[in-house]
């Protein structure tokens, strides 16, 4: 995969997203202060800063669109793909069977986050917030969320702190 760049003639970056990315890090750790200059110019203008932060909260829908459309790009889904899959679920996590709960600046639920094999990039289906992160946390690792099953199913130990 490419990164799109409108400056060069083909269209795209000529080096693959993870080659630019490992390029991009590589020149951080080993030009610090210009990086830390360049960033502080950017971060340090309030004009850049408020312009932003107001923009996304005077434009509450727009943002949010802008965000669904960016996470469907993403993965190469459909507005129609998503909502197959939305309504194939019910409407629900795939993991807990609850709906989104977690809100952004607008205050209505977000959508339910698209969860992907990150190894095939397949999408496994739609998770809320908090399951998405949860195995994400356990890196996505079978084994690992097998010993956290068998860890929550032992009995408590002995100890207990909370005396009345």
Known sequence: MFYRDKGKKEGH????????????SEYRKNHPLR?????DKYY????KRYKLGN??????????????????????????DYEAIYELQGGVCGICGLPETSSS??????????DHCHE?????????NRCNKGIGNFKDDIDILASAISYLGQPDLLINKKTA
């Open 13 to 24: 970056n000529y080096r693959c997203a993870d080659c630019a990315r490992k390029r991009a």
């Open 105 to 114: 600046h607008g205050g209505e639920p977000n959508s339910l986050s698209i």
């Open 44 to 47: 340090k203008d309030p004009a």
């Open 35 to 39: 990086t830390k200059a360049a960033t």
């Open 120 to 128: 095939t990039d397949k999408i496994r289906g739609l998770l809320c």
């Open 55 to 80: 923009w996304t909260r005077e434009n509450p829908e727009m943002t949010k669109n802008y965000q669904r459309n960016h996470r469907l790009k993403k993965y190469g889904l459909t507005t129609k």
